[in-house]
Structures are given as C-alpha cells and as structure tokens.
C-alpha cells in the first residue's frame, strides 16, 4: 500500500515527538492538553491515549470529534486538525495496542523513554502503584489537514501574576500553546515563542491562517517535562482574546496547574489517579478489580 505524502510527513512527525499540544472545543471554548502522539501504521491514523482516572480529554473528543494536535517538525511544528473516534469499549485491549504502537516506533529517545516506562509498569511495584494507570483509552485521529507553524524554537515565559505563573513556575516553563477554534469548530493552535506580558495580558501574533476576533474564548498552554516524562508541570490559562491599541492580546480568567515534580507531587498522583479511576468504573455500572494485577501483589 502506498503512503501519501501527507501521511508520511504526519507519521515522522509524529515520531519526532515524544509530546504534542492536544486540542479539544466545547462549542468555541478550546481546551488543550499535552499528550505522547502515535501512529498506527495498520491503520493509518494518529493516536493518543489517556488512563481513565485522567479521562477528560476522550470524553471531550467523544462530545465534539473536532480536534487538533500541534506536532513538532524539525525546526518548526506541524499543525494538524482531524476527527476523532474514542476507543473505551476494552480498556485492557488497548493496553496491548499500545505495546505494539510503542514497538513500531523507530529508535529514538522516545521509543526508550516509552519501553522504560512500559517495562516498570510490569514490575511488582509499578503494578503496586500504577495498575490503573496501564489501563488504557485509545483517541483514534483521522487527519483533514496539516498547517505549517513556524517557530524560532525558543520559549520564554514571563511572570505573570493575572494567571497565576510566580517567577519560580515560569522560569521552568520551555512551551507555550495559544489556542483558539474557527468558523467550522476546530481548534486551532500555535507556539508562543517570546511572550511579552503587559497589564496582565499576553501579547497575541497569531499565524495568517488563524484570524482570532475580540472578545474571543481562547486559552494558553504552558508545560514543561524531562526527557523519560517522569517529572513535568502543566497550566492551562482560559481567557479572551481582546483587541487593544497595540493590536491582539489574551485576557486570562481562571487557570488549572498540574504538576509532578517531588515525592508529594507522586504521591498525590498515585492516590489521586485510583480514587479517580475507581470513579471512573463507578459512574459506569462497573467494579474495577486489577486483575490479573491482583494476583501478582499476593504473590509478592
């Protein structure tokens, strides 16, 4: 089977990213989320997954399948928007779909990164901590159409008080996402590279192809990791787009911050994600009971 230009480009960009800026919209109000891309070369489509306790992003897309995912590209990143078909039906059979998308990706850092973190997660006590984090939802990504985004490849956030973002939080900071939807409903994203911030607003320069109108629902992605996911740290800024004397900025009005960097940080993560997914199961009709988990902690 031959495979398109396109498809080929999307597929070696998707390698080329151990993260991605995941996009979602209720009605014209964006969310977006960092998540680890794949591709599944059987059947042609780009994949992200989410642990149920965490699950929000595949019920969103389940809701509203207009989506977009900023992939990095070389020097640049690639902006593709696409229909999404979430996979819930067998949480355990997407685990083993998983397994065989992080064997077809090329030698990389990334491929290391996701073995390691595969192969702890069958350890007595990876299953101890995380056995519901090896549960998996598939967001299956058809793809419509890809967009360039130039990026001088450098980030610097600023303070920024009206967010939330003290000085200590941004300095650690290395991307920044602003996210807007257009007429038809997509979410539509960019790389913030040098971000000016002034009375509180972020200073705006979207590309030519993202036309964004005062008084606009947007929001703004600020994330960092380390190079095996372990530690990492996320806010997500919900606001407006306003136009002012200088031209577009974006007007901040509430702020999520997730963040996994210390011990306490991984043990509320660890305590937080079974709480969540024995609600998850619970909101379902169902028990969740880590098995055959289960019989490997007796065993230890």
Excluded at 36 to 62: I, M, S
Excluded at 96 to 113: C, F, G, M, Q, Y
Excluded at 180 to 208: E, F, I, K, N, Q
Excluded at 259 to 266: E, F, L, P
């Amino acid at each position: 089977m031959t495979v398109s230009a396109a498809t080929e480009r999307i597929r070696d960009a998707v390698y080329d990213s151990l993260t991605a800026e995941f996009a979602t919209a209720r009605g014209d109000r964006p969310a977006v989320v960092p998540v680890t891309p794949f591709f599944d070369r059987e059947r042609e489509v780009v994949v992200v997954t989410a642990a149920p306790a965490f699950a929000g992003k595949a019920e969103q897309a389940a809701a509203n399948p207009r989506m977009s995912l900023l992939l990095r590209e070389d020097e640049s990143r690639l902006h593709l928007t696409g229909r999404a078909t979430v996979r819930d039906a067998d949480l355990e059979a997407n685990t083993a779909v998983v397994e065989r998308l992080i064997r077809d990706e090329p030698p990389s850092p990334k491929r290391t990164a996701m073995v390691e973190a595969a192969e702890f997660l069958g350890t007595r006590l990876g299953l101890l901590l995380l056995d519901w984090y090896g549960l998996r939802i598939l967001v299956e990504i058809r793809p419509t159409a890809i967009d360039e985004r130039p990026t001088d490849g450098t980030t610097t956030v600023p303070t920024w008080s009206a967010a939330g973002v003290d000085s200590g939080e941004a300095e650690t900071y290395d991307q920044m996402v602003a996210t807007v939807t257009d007429d038809a409903g997509y979410p539509r994203s960019w790389p913030v590279s040098s971000a000016t911030v002034r009375d509180g607003r972020l200073r705006l320069t979207p590309p030519d192809d993202v036309t964004p109108v005062d008084g606009q629902p947007a929001c703004v992605l600020a994330h960092w990791h380390d190079a095996d996911l372990e530690k990492l740290e996320q806010r997500l800024i919900r606001g407006r787009c306003r136009e002012d004397a200088r031209g577009l900025v974006f007007d901040p009005a509430s702020s999520f911050h997730l963040r996994n960097r210390t011990a306490r940080d991984r043990l509320r993560f660890i305590v937080d994600g079974k709480r969540r997914t024995r609600t998850y199961f619970a909101d379902r009709g169902q028990t969740y009971r880590p098995v055959p988990r289960l019989r490997t902690l007796i065993e230890w």
